[in-house]
């Protein structure tokens, strides 16, 4: 068992670049002063707060000025806000957005399966129609390089959020062409999108910057959780340089985020992970995503 002290020191400055708050549709275990809050007293540096249904990018700066913590927002291109919609992002961008996540609850490949997260399963409507990036002929939709071109313009982060690999696999050196340098893919070793080491390997080479590894995969929070040990052999294997340690917390069922990142921390150093390279993962590759 990891040392508490080592790990409360290697909190000091951590950036959360994942956290769910309230209000929203689903139910929250933190709002978002209260996830400031706690945040400020672990000592971390900076947190970036997440929704599925909507911008959060206006409330994060409401939090940040309350608490004296910065707070990030972005926003998730599900139904709520239209879908794949470039007025949407232009207005979250505006707003000082710092993220923007292609489909995530409504993307066409996790509805394919939509009991990943039996949470949203009271959201998700029988029939519902899911979002897919690519045209029948498998090149990206006009409206996606409409949003590609606004977030290469504000310099913002492209989060691939729930998009099959597939999508992924197209969306990114597109991306990168386009001038976008901050692509992370979201928590690809999630039984949600099942991404292998090979998968990894590639995506970086097609110009990912950052794979975003979350704690909340190995929860209950999920149907089939995924064991730690997966995520420390993704790290050791692919590298810490190219990897990022958040939490996807704020589930009622899960502690609260600066707990869950405090465990993610404890595990991964007991896993042989070192504290160099959970700085690396925890501080130094969210930051400089960032720009902080």
């Known amino acids: 068992?990891?040392?508490?002290?080592?790990?409360?020191?290697?909190?000091?400055?951590?950036?959360?670049?994942?956290?769910?708050?309230?209000?929203d549709v689903f139910p929250r275990l933190v709002n978002d002063i209260e996830a400031a809050n706690q945040a400020k007293e672990a000592g971390m540096k900076a947190i970036l707060i997440k929704n599925h249904m909507t911008c959060t990018a206006d409330r994060a700066q409401i939090a940040s000025h309350v608490v004296g913590i910065p707070v990030y927002g972005g926003i998730a291109l599900?139904?709520?806000?239209?879908?794949?919609?470039?007025?949407?992002?232009?207005?979250?961008?505006?707003?000082?957005?710092?993220?923007?996540?292609?489909?995530?609850?409504?993307?066409?490949?996790?509805?394919?399966?939509?009991?990943?997260?039996?949470?949203?399963?009271?959201?998700?409507?029988?029939?519902?129609?899911?979002?897919?990036?690519?045209?029948?002929?498998?090149?990206?939709?006009?409206?996606?390089?409409?949003?590609?071109?606004?977030?290469?313009?504000?310099?913002?982060?492209l989060g691939t959020g729930h998009i099959s690999i597939k999508e992924a696999m197209v969306l990114v050196p597109q991306a990168k062409k386009m001038g976008i340098d901050k692509i992370i893919v979201t928590h690809p070793l999630s039984t949600m999108l099942n991404y292998t080491i090979n998968d990894l390997k590639e995506i970086?080479?097609?110009?990912?910057?950052?794979?975003?590894?979350?704690?909340?995969?190995?929860?209950?929070?999920?149907?089939?959780?995924?064991?730690?040990?997966?995520?420390?052999?993704?790290?050791?294997?692919?590298g810490a340089d190219t990897a990022i340690m958040s939490t996807d917390g704020g589930q009622v069922i899960n502690p609260r985020p600066v707990e869950m990142m405090e465990n993610f921390i404890s595990q991964m150093l007991d896993l042989g992970i070192s504290e160099k390279d959970i700085i690396t993962m925890v501080r130094e590759n969210p930051a400089r995503m960032l720009e902080i």
């Open 1 to 23: 068992m990891a040392d508490i002290n080592k790990v409360k020191e290697l909190m000091e400055g951590a950036i959360d670049v994942h956290i769910h708050t309230g209000p």
């Open 78 to 157: 599900n139904l709520p806000i239209g879908g794949i919609n470039p007025q949407a992002v232009d207005a979250a961008l505006r707003m000082g957005a710092k993220e923007v996540w292609m489909p995530t609850l409504h993307a066409d490949a996790y509805l394919a399966d939509g009991s990943h997260v039996p949470m949203f399963n009271n959201v998700l409507q029988p029939g519902l129609k899911g979002i897919n990036i690519l045209d029948e002929n498998g090149n990206l939709k006009k409206e996606v390089l409409e949003v590609l071109a606004l977030i290469a313009e504000k310099k913002a982060i």
């Open 204 to 238: 970086l080479e097609k110009g990912a910057a950052m794979i975003e590894h979350n704690i909340n995969d190995t929860t209950h929070q999920m149907k089939h959780p995924i064991k730690s040990e997966l995520i420390a052999n993704a790290i050791m294997v692919v």
